[in-house]
């Protein structure tokens, strides 16, 4: 029998999570994997470039309990010991329905297709956000920046922002990232003993100027300013304006603005929803394709809870739907499998952690077994993290 070419997009947490419940076996010993060659039904591809980021780690950077080298995972062994063939490639355009995958070097033709290629940012969104801002969100090289202009001053003014994409009725950007850097800020700056010489700001046009909460307690514990209802009409050299004009002085901004899915969306053959994500069903389905799917940052939701956010534990859910049901609708029945929707998140404040939840069906994190706020849930943070890198880089 000929085996069914399946195409997977992006190596972050979606594609990965989507192969570790697409495959029979999450963990492959090597004679399994020759027998998987020889008997499964699928002839597997991976485009990517070939580096998986544990992006939930990025913020710990300011510690110096994390670096470009821990958190980053070659993939090419992973994918060798499922026998999933690798292209170190960018996707530049999709074609056919979703049948015809064209990257910078060549075309790749398939019977199923999997996108995991993760957020844009809405750099656009407020001027001078490229030239005058940085952002955990960016990726390492944008932390390791921040972090080098950081280490310049002896006080100062920093301002962190972030603004969301509510379009699509879900909440598409980085507010917790954000909250959880500014403690870390706070945290590694009592640390060095100079605390007392900056000033640190919170700023977020979708926060209200009133707002109460556990992560305003948080933030006000800290001593940091919040600016709660404020955006910027523009980032300029040393800080930002107002909508009036006024110039607000910074030495650093960090600025995370909302979130796409990338331009390949748009220049693509790929449905696109209202607030630029592709366009999805509850099955992880892209709308009006046949055998497409998606899960992911880059991917939008049917039906959403409004506090729903871009995360890695929901891309997880998301992808194990999309590959349960690729399944499905290659064995020529009906995708069956939605996703719970859930916000679990831990807030690593460096001495202190918050674990933020909620879900549709108001079960508890983990049966309730960790208390809310607590330091040990920095370790547990920490303890995920080593596992599943643990298992990308040997199982
Ligand atoms: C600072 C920070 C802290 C976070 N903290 C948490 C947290 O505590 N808990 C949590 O659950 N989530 C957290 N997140 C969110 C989480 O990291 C994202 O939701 C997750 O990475 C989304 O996975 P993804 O696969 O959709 O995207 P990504 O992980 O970004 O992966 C996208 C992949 O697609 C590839 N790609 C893109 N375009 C193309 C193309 N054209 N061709 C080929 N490949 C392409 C990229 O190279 C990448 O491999 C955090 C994010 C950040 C930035």
Known sequence: MKKKKIIIVGNGFASLFFIQYFLLLPVLPVFVSWLYKLFSKHEITLIGNGQFIYFPSIPDFITGHRNREKITVDIEPYLKRRNIKFVDDMVTDIQDGGRTVITTKGRYSNDALFLGIGPAFLKNDIPGTVEYTYSPCSGIDDMERFLEKLNTLKQGTIYLGFKLNKEDGFVAGRGG?????????????????????????????????NEKGAITDLLLERNIILDYGYEPKEFIEGGMLDANGTFRQADIVLFSPGIVAPELAVKSCLPVSVGGHIDVDQYGQVKGLENVFSAGDCANHEHPTPWLPHQAHMAQLRSQAAAKNMREVLNKDEATHTYRKELSCILNMGNDGLWLHAAEDNKPPLWNLFPKRSKKLVTLKSAFEKLYLLYLKYL
Do not use: W
């Open 177 to 209: 990232q954000i909250y959880e850097t500014a403690c870390l800020l706070d945290y590694e700056l009592k640390k060095r003993g100079v605390r007392e010489h900056f000033n640190i700001h919170l700023f977020s046009p979708n926060i209200e100027v």
